[in-house]
């Protein structure tokens, strides 16, 4: 199964005061290991960033006025997160920006059933407990020393660790390729579920396990 972990940093925090997308951060996983696909873009929002935000992620207007719009970049990142489940922690706030993005440009918004919101699962999880991303590193014991400032990348990198972690998944799902071809799969994210193939036995085995106990129930018996 093929997810995607994604971040977004932006000019401030509500849409309604119009806050703009500055960068997206994409990390592909399958069946929960990073593949080498990646999306991440730096976006110019034509406006300026606010002095909270500008505080968290660092991206001066200077830089982000020489960066691409998102109507240069929006059919890549379409075609990257076509098909794949979204891992994003408080989908609330990177879906409320992105769809404001897609629909200044008139296209269809991101339905949020797509995505799975890491911070719900986490407050399910430990509830009354800090559950940012921070405070979910620290109980995990990932290291977050290179997160001085919030970068899609690295937050996306430190999300996918913390969404393992917080499926009880410590290993990657394992896929094993038997001979004819039919897979068994361990540990089913969606359902948590075993399937395995049955092989039944034939006659002549069978008619040969009946005379291996047979057998040795006699030895037992007699000895």
Known sequence: MKEVILD????????????RIVEIGCIELEDLVPTKNRFHCYLNPERKVSEKALEVHGYTDEFLSKQKKFSDVVDDFLNFIENKRLVIHNAEFDLSHLNNELALLGKGKINSEDALD?????????????????ALCKRYRIDNSNRAQHTALVDCDLLSKVYINLLDQKEPTLNFQNQDNEKTTINSIASNQYYKKII??????????????????????FN
């Open 8 to 19: 977004t940093e932006t000019t401030g925090l509500f849409v309604k005061d119009g806050h």
């Open 200 to 221: 039944k036995p034939t006659e002549d085995e069978l008619k040969l396990h009946k005379h291996y106990l047979k057998n040795n129930l006699k030895k037992n018996f």
């Open 118 to 134: 890491t911070l719900s699962l986490a407050r399910d999880k430990f509830p009354g407990s800090p559950v940012s991303l921070d």
